[in-house]
């Protein structure tokens, strides 16, 4: 079975107008790539070949960006959302179908980061795997806790999750079709003991603010 992802690149980007007005933000660019252009690129020298990107505002110009992926090595599969953005959750259980029934992972289009995707692998039992990062000066108070490679909904010395995440189909099981956030149900795993994750201490940026943006355009050249 080919290795499938996912990226999240539906949102709207409120707080990086006006460049969002015309622009989705997985297309800002920074070191001379476009977001999701190196996410593509690194996700297919990871060995991932199927991407399913999810798209709503102005999302005709990420199809013509990336196309249907050959250029890169993968094959790419949109899945649209047309007229409302269905959020992280609703946004990942509309697209399941597409992922081929196994395991697969999930970046958010608006990260920079080197973190190496070919690492990520799902304990026996576990519904998800997470990827966090110590937290930013703009999520002091973090997302998770993490104690010996498991992730816990709460506990000393939480952590920001870092959008990276690999998950099993059945952690969206009993959801319905339409516009819900990941975080409940990752939560909700997590307190049942079946998520595992680590903390990645390498670079990664959330691209959320013309601020983030532009300390990261002066970081990466």
Same mark, same amino acid.
């Given at each position: ?15 990086? +107008? ?21 996410? &593509? ?33 993968? =094959? ?5 959302? =047309? ?23 999930? &970046?958010?289009?608006?990260? %920079?980061? =080197? ?54 189909? =059945? ?32 670079? %990664? ?6 601020? +983030?943006?532009?300390?990261?355009? +002066?970081? &990466?050249?």
């Amino acid at each position: 079975m080919s290795r499938a992802a996912m990226i999240l690149a539906a949102g709207r980007g409120e707080r990086l +107008r006006p460049l969002t007005d015309r622009l989705p933000k997985p297309l800002v660019e920074a070191g001379g790539e476009t977001l999701i252009g190196r996410h &593509v690129r690194r996700l297919a020298g990871a060995g991932y070949q199927r991407l399913v990107i999810n798209t709503a505002h102005l999302g005709h110009l990420i199809e013509e960006a990336l196309g249907d992926g050959r250029h890169y090595g993968v =094959d790419i599969v949109y899945s649209r959302e =047309d007229g409302t953005a269905l959020d992280t959750g609703g946004g990942i259980l509309n697209a399941l179908e597409l992922m081929g029934g196994g395991p697969f992972a999930v &970046v958010n289009g608006d990260i %920079w980061t =080197d973190y190496p995707f070919e690492g990520l692998a799902l304990a026996p039992g576990d519904l998800a795997r997470l990827v966090l990062v110590p937290n930013p000066h703009h999520n002091t108070a973090g997302d998770f806790a993490l104690a010996a490679g498991r992730v816990t909904a709460r506990g000393p010395g939480p952590l920001t999750f870092s959008g990276i995440g690999l998950y099993h189909p =059945d952690l969206f099981c009993g959801c319905e079709p339409g516009i819900f956030p990941l975080a409940p149900l990752l939560r909700a795993a997590a307190t049942r003991g079946r998520v595992g994750g680590e903390c990645y201490s390498g670079a %990664w940026t959330d691209v959320g603010t013309v601020e +983030r943006l532009e300390e990261l355009r +002066r970081s &990466v050249g």
